[in-house]
């Protein structure tokens, strides 16, 4: 009967292992990225990034300046103007909104099934940049009928899809990690073995964590954090994750270690 009772005691022991090591993974996944809120939080200081202030407000110049609406004869005279309006582009609300907009719409085609185009609406920065132009100017220069562009092509990503399936669970998982960890402390008729072995357990879950933590880079696919437009963004995550787990992870393996030595102590007193 007791080896019955060990034997259950071990198999809840595995599962508060496992339900360890996804907890804060999936609990900072689902709060990050799956989350909105979450997720423009880490986007919204891009906007500072030269490099994506140089895509958007370029894409509003070629839009103004493409096409057959402004007269060859004015072009000369509205190109280094419009450049000068769209450098300064970057400091208004206009561009801030433009930014989450992109982030927005970036977030959806995350999370759509198959390869997604992410368009923005680039009409009120053109309006923007040409109000002041058009002072300079004598005539007024026409809008496009549709100023929305397409800044990348969002690869599919299965996983997320999935994850986002599972993580508004994942708060559960230490809880129950905690839960499962008791009722084998006291199911199992070799209860200091068993603290020992939780530790380990600990440990492993710590570890997970850890390397998880540390090699983020490696688990998520080159086609999605090298992907134009994507890459630099995906990155960010990659970087906010990685301080995340990391130290948490050693703590996690820290308290497992110490629950293994006091296991183990207590072995050593029961022996005696």
Known sequence: MTTVRDFLALVLLLGATVLGALWLPASWVH????????????????????????????????EILGGDRVPGWIQEQLTPLAQEQAEKLTGTDVYGTLWEASMVELHHALFTPGASELD???????????????????????RPDDATVTLA?????????????????AH????????????????????????????????????SVWWLGT??????????DQATFLG???????AAFQAAMTPHGVILLGAGALVTAVGVVLMGLHRR
């Not at 880490?42 to 906007?47: K, M, Q, S």
């Not at 009409?123 to 109000?131: G, K, S």
């Not at 809880?175 to 499962?180: C, E, I, N, R």
């Not at 090699?215 to 999605?224: H, K, L, M, N, S």
Request: proline share 10%; glycine share 6%; aromatic share 4%.
């Open 31 to 62: 709060e990050n990225v799956v989350e909105r809120e979450g997720f423009l939080a880490i986007t919204t200081p891009l906007a500072d990034d030269p490099e994506f202030q140089r895509l958007l407000s370029d894409s509003a110049v070629q």
């Open 120 to 142: 923005v609406d680039l009409a009120p920065a053109i309006d923007r940049i040409l109000t002041p132009v058009e002072e300079h100017l004598p005539i007024e220069i026409p």
């Open 153 to 169: 092509t969002i690869p599919d990503v299965p996983l997320l899809t999935a994850l986002s399936a599972v993580t508004p669970w």
């Open 172 to 207: 559960w998982a230490g809880p129950a990690a905690l839960v499962l960890l008791v009722l084998a402390l006291l199911l199992g008729g070799h209860r200091r073995t068993l603290l020992a072995l939780a530790g380990l357990g600990g440990i492993v879950a710590g570890s």
């Open 215 to 224: 090699r983020i880079e490696a688990v998520v696919p080159d086609a999605v």
């Open 232 to 238: 630099p963004i995906v990155q960010e995550f990659e």
